[in-house]
């Protein structure tokens, strides 16, 4: 799961061109959080799973698989 979040993330986020500090701020998350997720030494909690597949309109299958 770790992986697939990690690469479905970056690919979602430079799709619509957002920086990491765009996507923390819309987010209200730390940029070093999202930092963590793209090198894959953090996944977020299950409510922040839902939380970024709702803002980037995707499923959380589509997001973690």
């Not at 061109?17 to 209200?28: D, G, P, R, V």
Request: no cysteine.
């Amino acid at each position: 799961m770790m992986n697939n979040f990690r690469s479905n993330f970056i690919k979602e986020r430079t799709k619509r061109n957002l920086s990491q500090h765009q996507i923390a701020k819309e987010l209200q998350i730390n940029q070093k959080t999202i930092g963590s997720y793209e090198e894959g030494r953090a996944v977020p909690r299950i409510d922040g799973i839902i939380k970024i597949a709702d803002y980037f309109k995707i499923t959380i299958d589509q997001l973690v698989k």
